[in-house]
Protein backbone atom coordinates (compact mmCIF):
# COMPACT_ATOMS: atom_id res chain seq x y z
CA UNK A 1 0.00 0.00 0.00
CA UNK A 2 1.59 2.71 -1.45
CA UNK A 3 0.88 5.76 1.37
CA UNK A 4 2.23 9.18 -0.75
CA UNK A 5 1.41 8.90 -4.60
CA UNK A 6 3.09 11.12 -7.67
CA UNK A 7 0.96 10.10 -10.42
CA UNK A 8 2.36 11.98 -13.28
CA UNK A 9 5.67 9.72 -13.91
CA UNK A 10 7.60 12.90 -15.78
CA UNK A 11 6.31 16.56 -17.08
CA UNK A 12 7.38 19.27 -19.43
CA UNK A 13 6.77 22.90 -19.62
CA UNK A 14 8.21 25.76 -20.99
CA UNK A 15 10.41 28.43 -19.32
CA UNK A 16 8.57 31.37 -17.89
CA UNK A 17 5.46 28.89 -17.67
CA UNK A 18 4.23 27.61 -14.35
CA UNK A 19 5.23 23.68 -12.99
CA UNK A 20 2.54 22.06 -10.90
CA UNK A 21 3.78 19.08 -9.49
CA UNK A 22 1.05 17.29 -7.40
CA UNK A 23 0.93 14.58 -4.74
CA UNK A 24 -1.85 12.34 -3.43
CA UNK A 25 -1.62 11.07 0.02
CA UNK A 26 -3.71 7.91 2.11
CA UNK A 27 -2.85 8.23 5.61
CA UNK A 28 -4.15 11.04 7.48
CA UNK A 29 -1.93 10.77 10.15
CA UNK A 30 0.18 12.21 8.08
CA UNK A 31 0.59 16.15 9.45
CA UNK A 32 4.13 17.89 7.90
CA UNK A 33 4.94 17.19 4.42
CA UNK A 34 8.42 18.21 2.46
CA UNK A 35 8.67 18.39 -1.17
CA UNK A 36 13.05 17.47 -2.72
CA UNK A 37 14.59 17.79 -5.46
CA UNK A 38 16.92 15.40 -7.03
CA UNK A 39 19.42 15.88 -9.93
CA UNK A 40 21.38 12.82 -11.79
CA UNK A 41 24.34 11.38 -9.74
CA UNK A 42 23.47 13.54 -6.77
CA UNK A 43 20.78 12.74 -3.66
CA UNK A 44 17.42 14.73 -2.82
CA UNK A 45 17.83 17.57 -1.67
CA UNK A 46 15.47 19.71 0.67
CA UNK A 47 13.21 21.95 -1.04
CA UNK A 48 10.32 23.76 0.75
CA UNK A 49 7.77 21.87 3.48
CA UNK A 50 4.34 22.71 4.60
CA UNK A 51 2.73 21.99 8.30
CA UNK A 52 -1.14 20.50 7.82
CA UNK A 53 -2.01 23.64 10.19
CA UNK A 54 -1.04 26.01 6.67
CA UNK A 55 -2.92 25.39 3.41
CA UNK A 56 0.27 27.16 1.76
CA UNK A 57 3.89 27.84 2.17
CA UNK A 58 5.54 30.18 -0.33
CA UNK A 59 9.64 30.67 -0.80
CA UNK A 60 10.35 32.51 -3.57
CA UNK A 61 9.24 30.60 -7.14
CA UNK A 62 8.39 27.98 -4.95
CA UNK A 63 4.54 27.19 -3.45
CA UNK A 64 3.36 24.46 -1.47
CA UNK A 65 -0.50 24.34 -1.19
CA UNK A 66 -2.05 21.59 1.09
CA UNK A 67 -5.32 20.52 0.72
CA UNK A 68 -6.17 18.22 3.65
CA UNK A 69 -9.87 17.07 3.01
CA UNK A 70 -8.70 16.29 -0.44
CA UNK A 71 -5.21 14.58 1.11
CA UNK A 72 -3.82 16.54 -1.98
CA UNK A 73 -0.74 18.98 -1.99
CA UNK A 74 0.77 19.87 -5.08
CA UNK A 75 3.98 21.92 -5.96
CA UNK A 76 4.49 25.34 -7.81
CA UNK A 77 7.34 26.89 -9.94
CA UNK A 78 6.90 30.07 -11.02
CA UNK A 79 8.45 30.94 -13.27
CA UNK A 80 10.18 27.91 -14.50
CA UNK A 81 13.60 27.38 -14.96
CA UNK A 82 16.00 24.86 -17.01
CA UNK A 83 18.25 24.79 -13.91
CA UNK A 84 14.57 23.61 -12.49
CA UNK A 85 14.74 20.34 -14.42
CA UNK A 86 14.89 17.29 -11.84
CA UNK A 87 13.13 14.50 -9.94
CA UNK A 88 11.07 15.89 -7.83
CA UNK A 89 9.66 13.80 -4.81
CA UNK A 90 6.99 14.43 -2.57
CA UNK A 91 7.37 13.15 1.50
CA UNK A 92 4.76 12.89 4.35
CA UNK A 93 5.63 12.12 7.55
CA UNK A 94 4.22 12.70 11.43
CA UNK A 95 4.77 15.56 14.22
CA UNK A 96 5.23 12.35 16.73
CA UNK A 97 7.56 10.65 14.03
CA UNK A 98 9.43 13.33 12.32
CA UNK A 99 12.40 11.49 11.80
CA UNK A 100 10.90 8.92 9.39
CA UNK A 101 9.28 10.23 5.89
CA UNK A 102 7.75 8.27 3.63
CA UNK A 103 8.37 9.25 -0.12
CA UNK A 104 6.20 9.36 -3.55
CA UNK A 105 7.89 7.45 -6.57
CA UNK A 106 8.78 10.94 -8.06
CA UNK A 107 8.24 13.19 -10.82
CA UNK A 108 10.80 14.54 -13.51
CA UNK A 109 10.40 17.85 -14.25
CA UNK A 110 11.60 18.77 -17.86
CA UNK A 111 11.91 22.74 -18.62
CA UNK A 112 12.37 23.79 -22.09
CA UNK A 113 14.25 27.15 -23.10
CA UNK B 1 30.00 20.55 7.54
CA UNK B 2 31.16 18.48 4.75
CA UNK B 3 27.29 17.02 4.34
CA UNK B 4 26.27 13.19 4.61
CA UNK B 5 29.02 11.04 2.61
CA UNK B 6 29.03 8.07 1.11
CA UNK B 7 31.29 5.72 -0.18
CA UNK B 8 32.24 4.31 -1.83
CA UNK B 9 30.51 5.91 -4.98
CA UNK B 10 30.35 3.14 -7.47
CA UNK B 11 30.77 -0.43 -6.52
CA UNK B 12 30.44 -3.47 -9.10
CA UNK B 13 30.56 -6.87 -7.20
CA UNK B 14 29.87 -10.72 -8.34
CA UNK B 15 26.53 -12.74 -6.83
CA UNK B 16 27.37 -13.89 -4.26
CA UNK B 17 29.60 -11.59 -2.80
CA UNK B 18 29.40 -9.42 0.69
CA UNK B 19 28.81 -5.84 0.10
CA UNK B 20 29.67 -2.83 2.87
CA UNK B 21 28.13 0.33 1.85
CA UNK B 22 29.49 3.31 4.60
CA UNK B 23 27.83 6.40 5.71
CA UNK B 24 29.17 9.27 8.19
CA UNK B 25 26.30 11.70 8.56
CA UNK B 26 26.14 15.25 9.83
CA UNK B 27 28.25 15.98 12.86
CA UNK B 28 24.98 16.91 15.82
CA UNK B 29 22.40 14.88 13.65
CA UNK B 30 20.93 12.32 15.55
CA UNK B 31 18.68 10.26 12.80
CA UNK B 32 20.50 8.22 9.78
CA UNK B 33 18.54 6.64 7.38
CA UNK B 34 19.37 3.92 4.80
CA UNK B 35 17.27 4.29 1.59
CA UNK B 36 16.98 2.39 -1.90
CA UNK B 37 15.79 3.86 -5.16
CA UNK B 38 14.80 1.79 -8.03
CA UNK B 39 13.28 2.22 -10.93
CA UNK B 40 10.27 -0.26 -10.29
CA UNK B 41 9.97 0.86 -6.59
CA UNK B 42 11.57 4.44 -6.17
CA UNK B 43 12.92 5.60 -2.88
CA UNK B 44 11.99 3.40 -0.38
CA UNK B 45 13.76 3.46 3.29
CA UNK B 46 15.23 0.62 4.79
CA UNK B 47 15.95 1.26 8.26
CA UNK B 48 16.23 4.32 10.85
CA UNK B 49 18.49 4.72 13.44
CA UNK B 50 17.73 7.77 15.90
CA UNK B 51 20.70 8.39 18.85
CA UNK B 52 22.74 4.97 17.22
CA UNK B 53 19.68 3.02 18.07
CA UNK B 54 17.97 1.38 15.12
CA UNK B 55 14.39 2.03 15.42
CA UNK B 56 12.34 0.82 12.54
CA UNK B 57 14.32 -2.15 9.96
CA UNK B 58 11.02 -2.87 8.49
CA UNK B 59 12.05 -1.63 5.06
CA UNK B 60 14.99 -4.13 5.42
CA UNK B 61 14.00 -6.74 2.13
CA UNK B 62 15.70 -9.94 3.51
CA UNK B 63 18.14 -11.02 6.30
CA UNK B 64 20.63 -10.97 3.38
CA UNK B 65 20.26 -7.23 4.66
CA UNK B 66 21.85 -6.04 8.07
CA UNK B 67 22.90 -2.22 9.12
CA UNK B 68 24.85 -1.18 11.84
CA UNK B 69 25.65 2.33 13.22
CA UNK B 70 28.52 1.71 16.00
CA UNK B 71 28.71 5.37 16.75
CA UNK B 72 27.26 8.76 15.89
CA UNK B 73 29.71 9.68 13.42
CA UNK B 74 29.14 6.12 11.15
CA UNK B 75 27.00 3.50 9.46
CA UNK B 76 27.27 0.63 7.14
CA UNK B 77 24.59 -1.19 5.15
CA UNK B 78 25.65 -4.78 4.55
CA UNK B 79 24.81 -7.38 2.25
CA UNK B 80 25.61 -10.83 2.30
CA UNK B 81 25.56 -12.63 0.02
CA UNK B 82 24.63 -9.56 -2.64
CA UNK B 83 22.25 -10.60 -5.71
CA UNK B 84 21.51 -9.38 -9.01
CA UNK B 85 18.30 -7.51 -7.80
CA UNK B 86 20.42 -5.38 -4.93
CA UNK B 87 21.54 -3.60 -7.74
CA UNK B 88 20.38 0.18 -6.87
CA UNK B 89 21.57 3.37 -5.45
CA UNK B 90 21.76 3.00 -1.60
CA UNK B 91 21.25 7.34 -0.24
CA UNK B 92 22.00 7.51 3.68
CA UNK B 93 20.22 10.68 5.05
CA UNK B 94 20.57 12.20 8.02
CA UNK B 95 18.61 14.90 10.16
CA UNK B 96 18.20 16.60 13.92
CA UNK B 97 14.66 14.73 13.55
CA UNK B 98 12.49 17.88 14.88
CA UNK B 99 9.73 18.74 12.70
CA UNK B 100 10.72 21.96 12.23
CA UNK B 101 14.30 20.10 11.32
CA UNK B 102 12.89 16.96 10.00
CA UNK B 103 14.10 17.43 6.16
CA UNK B 104 16.71 14.94 5.89
CA UNK B 105 20.14 16.05 4.17
CA UNK B 106 20.96 13.02 1.09
CA UNK B 107 24.56 11.78 0.97
CA UNK B 108 25.32 11.30 -3.16
CA UNK B 109 24.65 7.85 -2.70
CA UNK B 110 26.37 4.56 -3.93
CA UNK B 111 25.42 2.89 -6.94
CA UNK B 112 25.50 -0.97 -6.75
CA UNK B 113 26.05 -3.37 -9.81
CA UNK B 114 25.57 -7.07 -8.34
CA UNK B 115 26.08 -9.16 -11.72
Known amino acids: DQQVKQNSPSLSVQEGRISILNCDYTNSMFDYFLWYKKYPAEGPTFLIS?????DKNEDGRFTVFLNKSAKHLSLHIVPSQPGDSAVYFCAATTYTNAGKSTFGDGTTLTVKP | DAGVIQSPRHEVTEMGQEVTLRCKPI?????LFWYRQTMMRGLELLIY????????DSGMPEDRFSAKMPNASFSTLKIQPSEPRDSAVYFC?????????????FGQGTRLTVV
Open chain 2, 27 to 31: SGHDY
Open chain 2, 93 to 105: ASSTGTIKGTEAF
Open chain 1, 50 to 54: ISSIK
Open chain 2, 49 to 56: FNNNVPID
